[in-house]
């Protein structure tokens, strides 16, 4: 009996171990959760769903500029960005080449000029969804996340990643131009190479760097400080960069 007992008490331990774990890996924990269940301090007054936010099973957004979208609900922004600039960047950067694909699909609430509640089909009435903790105009408030419309000093993004890249920046290597390769993502990272339709060469993959290679939009392991990364958090970021950046010294891994 009480061996009975004694194993159906394990089988609950491990089995709530394991829901815990499927919860902590979920949505709703995140500050993306931005339903009335949600986490942070941006969260609608009464919407309960969690997805309708970004996404919509019917009247969703058409894919942008060539590149799908997964049938997405926020409003897109139409901001015109100052995007990263310097003298060893390869890829072209001028004023007609813009964010694009996936990349667009963040900066519709992340460039801060959007309502987060904006989306375009709220399923009930075509209003926006009524949120509480945004700035002026429901945008996502002044801080961090907030990255505005000049991206001249971030990671620059819709930036095709190919063998002729790879090459012609083997060859700055080679000049003694730049310290650091650009490699395909190591195998088996789970950093990612997204769609873009920016080109670089003629060789064209159709595939780069967007925000979601370094982030993934549901998932964010410990919040507060894994900040949706694919790999490492706030504290440990070496590892992401190194899946695509290797010193001059080393090939790229095959
Ligand atoms: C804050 C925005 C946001 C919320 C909320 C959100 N998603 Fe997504 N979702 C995204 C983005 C961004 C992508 C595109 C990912 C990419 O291209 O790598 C995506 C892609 C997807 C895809 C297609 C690709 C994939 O990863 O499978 C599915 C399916 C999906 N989401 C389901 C959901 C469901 C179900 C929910 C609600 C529980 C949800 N999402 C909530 C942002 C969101
Ligand atoms: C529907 C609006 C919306 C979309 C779309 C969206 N986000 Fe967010 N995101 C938010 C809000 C709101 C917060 C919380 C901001 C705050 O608390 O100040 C947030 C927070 C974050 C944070 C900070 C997390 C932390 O712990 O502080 C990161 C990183 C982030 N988002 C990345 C992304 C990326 C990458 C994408 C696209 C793949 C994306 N977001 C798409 C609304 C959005
Ligand atoms: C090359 C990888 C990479 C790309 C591409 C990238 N990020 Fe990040 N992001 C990071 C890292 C690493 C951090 C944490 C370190 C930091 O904040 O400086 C971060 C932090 C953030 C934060 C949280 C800021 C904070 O300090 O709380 C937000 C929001 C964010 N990213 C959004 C985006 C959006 C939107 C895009 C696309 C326009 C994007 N990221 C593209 C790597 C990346
Ligand atoms: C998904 C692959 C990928 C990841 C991950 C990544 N990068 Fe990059 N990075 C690139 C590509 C591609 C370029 C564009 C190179 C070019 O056009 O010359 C680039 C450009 C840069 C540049 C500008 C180089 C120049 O010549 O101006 C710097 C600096 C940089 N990355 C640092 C980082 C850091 C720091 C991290 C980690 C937070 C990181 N990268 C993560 C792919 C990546």
């Not at 774990?21 to 995140?30: D, F, P, R």
């Not at 301090?41 to 799908?68: D, L, M, W, Y």
């Not at 015109?80 to 667009?104: F, M, V």
């Amino acid at each position: 009996m009480k061996k009975t007992v004694f194993l159906i008490a394990l089988c609950l331990a491990s089995l709530l171990g394991c829901f815990a774990t499927m919860l902590h890996a979920s949505i709703m924990t995140t500050k993306h959760n931005l339903s009335t269940s949600g986490p942070g301090p941006v969260k609608a007054t009464g919407e309960q769903r969690v997805c309708v936010f970004c996404h919509t099973p019917h009247n969703a957004i058409a894919p942008t500029e060539g590149v799908s979208v997964p049938i997405w609900n926020h409003s897109l922004s139409i901001a015109q960005y100052t995007l990263y600039e310097s003298p060893t960047l390869l890829s072209p950067t001028s004023p007609t080449i813009r964010p694009d694909g996936a990349s667009r699909l963040c900066l519709s609430c992340h460039d801060g000029t959007v309502g987060i509640g904006a989306v375009v089909n709220t399923g009930i009435t075509q209003n926006t969804i009524s949120m509480l903790g945004t700035g002026a105009n429901g945008v996502l408030p002044t801080g961090a996340s907030n990255l505005g419309t000049d991206l001249s000093g971030h990671h620059p993004v819709s930036i095709e990643v190919n063998n002729s890249l790879i090459n012609d920046k083997g060859t700055q290597c080679t000049n003694n131009l730049v310290s650091w390769r650009v490699c395909l993502p190591l195998p088996g990272t789970l950093v990612k190479l997204s769609r873009t339709r920016n080109r670089y060469g003629s060789q064209s993959t159709g595939m780069g760097v967007q925000c979601t290679s370094c982030h993934d939009a549901h998932d964010d392991r410990s919040p507060g400080t894994s900040l949706f990364l694919r790999v490492g958090d706030k504290n440990n970021i070496d590892s992401l960069c190194m899946s695509c950046h290797q010193d001059c010294s080393q090939e790229c891994p095959k």
